[in-house]
């Protein structure tokens, strides 16, 4: 069965920071690409963050690039996404997403996202 719970949202002041934590298990997690997305209230979901399978990159959307650092462990499985200088616009429930491609066939599992509000 496969899984990907987040966790670590929350509420925080403009300028602080969060670090949310994805745990994948079902699936062979080395050989996926991860990525966090966000969606907020209206809007559409956006990729925010994506990191290699062997997390030998990393690319950012530009409204986080600086602020927000994504990161793997692929011993114990999990994806997490460092957010720092948060502002009320960060607001979003954030979703992890495993996704690859293999023999021209996409592969992909979703998280069941975690709210992470920024407000004073």
């Known amino acids: 069965q496969v899984q990907l719970v987040e966790s670590g949202g929350g509420l925080v002041q403009p300028g602080g920071s969060l670090r949310l934590s994805c745990a994948a298990s079902?699936?062979?997690?080395?050989?996926?690409?991860m990525h966090w997305y966000r969606q907020a209230p209206g809007k559409e979901r956006e990729l925010v963050a994506s990191?290699?399978?062997?997390?030998?990159?990393?690319n950012y959307a530009d409204s986080v690039s600086g602020r927000f650092t994504i990161s793997r462990d692929n011993a114990k499985n999990t994806v997490s996404l460092q957010m720092n200088s948060l502002k009320p616009e960060d607001t979003a429930v954030y979703y992890c997403?495993?996704?690859?491609?293999?023999?021209?066939?996409?592969?992909?599992?979703w998280g069941q996202g975690t709210q992470v509000t920024v407000s004073s």
């Open positions: 997403n495993a996704a690859r491609v293999r023999l021209l066939k996409m592969y992909e599992y």
């Open positions: 079902g699936f062979p997690f080395v050989a996926y690409d």
């Open positions: 990191i290699t399978s062997a997390g030998g990159s990393t």
